[in-house]
Every structure is written in C-alpha cells, then in structure tokens.
C-alpha cells in the first residue's frame, strides 16, 4: 500500500500521547513503588513508546529488549509468533512489565507473557499504548493501556507501514480514499 497517497486522518497528536504517556508513567510509578522493575520492551514497534514511558517513571529500573514476529509486512497476524531476539538477563525475582505499541489479535502479548512467566518473575504485566479490542483472538487484556482504538491501520510513533513512518510524532490512521 502506498500510503502517500491515501488520506491521513490525525487520531492522536504529539501533544496527546506525551499527556498520555507521561499520565501512564505516573500510575506505573505508584504501582511499582518499593519494588524491582525490568521493563521488557518488544522491537521493533514498542521502542519509541518504550523510550518515552520509561523516562516517565519515577523509579529505578532496567529495560531489557525481545524481538517476535508474527506479522511480517502484513496487516494481520500469521498466528505463529516466532522469538527473534530473547532477554539477556535473569528476571527471577523481577517485576516485569512488558511494553508493545498495540495488542490487537493478543496473539503476541499471550505468547510473550507466557514466555517470560517461565523465567521466574515475581510478577509479570503489559502495557500497550493502543489496544484494539475487536480484533481479539487471544482473551487478555492489557494491565496498562494508552488508548482504546477501532479496528482501523494506525501508522507513526512507532507504528509502521513497510517499516516506514516510525518516526512521525503522532499517530495517524490511513483510509481507503486517495488525496
């Protein structure tokens, strides 16, 4: 799809998801207060978010990094996720909490949870910024959400269309429509 010239619709400016994250990073901070917080954050998507809402939490913690795949180039889920890149650290005795940009099918989030449940945390969570519950394949929802969206292909902050427009400050979704 060339989205350069399909129609851009503004959902979530610059200015709304910093209120939004720094909000996140509050709550994060009160919940994990007196203990030991390893954000897990999931590449590629995750990692602008990420960045931003661990510079939001008032805490000390580690951030660690896992790359999955189950999309490829594609806009819907192979339903097979496959660890790329694994955490390089012990979590026994770690509250985890791992960070994506969006759970919408919840394959992934499902799978990775149960991944690193297996290594011992003291406890595990997510945090998404975006969750699209009508596309929900696997029954979870995630513990920390930025935003509830519709089944629309939302690109920027993070958010890809064939590994392009990561770096736009804000999220936008693209319809059908040409310019």
């Keep these: ?27 994060i901070t009160e919940d994990y207060k007196d203990k030991k ?6 590449l590629r998507g995750s990692f602008i978010f990420c ?4 510079r939001s939490i008032d805490l000390p913690l580690r951030v ?5 795949s189950s ?7 192979s339903g097979t996720v496959k660890v790329s890149s694994d955490v390089t650290v012990d979590l026994e005795g770690y509250d985890v909490l791992v960070v994506d940009d969006i759970t919408d099918s919840a394959v992934t989030m499902d799978f990775v949870l149960k991944h690193l449940k297996a290594k011992n945390p003291a ?17 979870l929802v995630p513990d920390y959400c930025g935003y509830e969206v519709e089944d629309k292909f939302v690109v920027g902050y ?6 392009y427009f990561r770096n736009v400050p804000y999220i936008f979704n693209v319809t059908d429509e040409d310019r």
């Excluded at 960045?51 to 661990?54: C, N, P, R």
């Excluded at 945090?127 to 029954?139: A, E, G, I, M």
């Design 37 to 42: 917080l390893m954000v897990v954050a999931l």
């Design 51 to 54: 960045a931003d809402l661990v």
């Design 123 to 139: 406890s595990i969570k997510s945090c998404v910024l975006l969750d699209k519950p009508s596309r929900r394949k696997v029954d």
């Design 71 to 77: 999309y490829g180039n594609s806009e819907e889920t």
């Design 158 to 163: 993070g958010f890809d269309c064939g590994d």
């Design 1 to 27: 799809m060339d989205i350069t010239k399909k129609k851009w619709e503004t959902m979530y400016t610059e200015e709304d998801i910093a209120k939004r994250v720094k909000e996140l990073g509050k709550q």
């Design 64 to 68: 660690n990094f896992m790359t999955t």
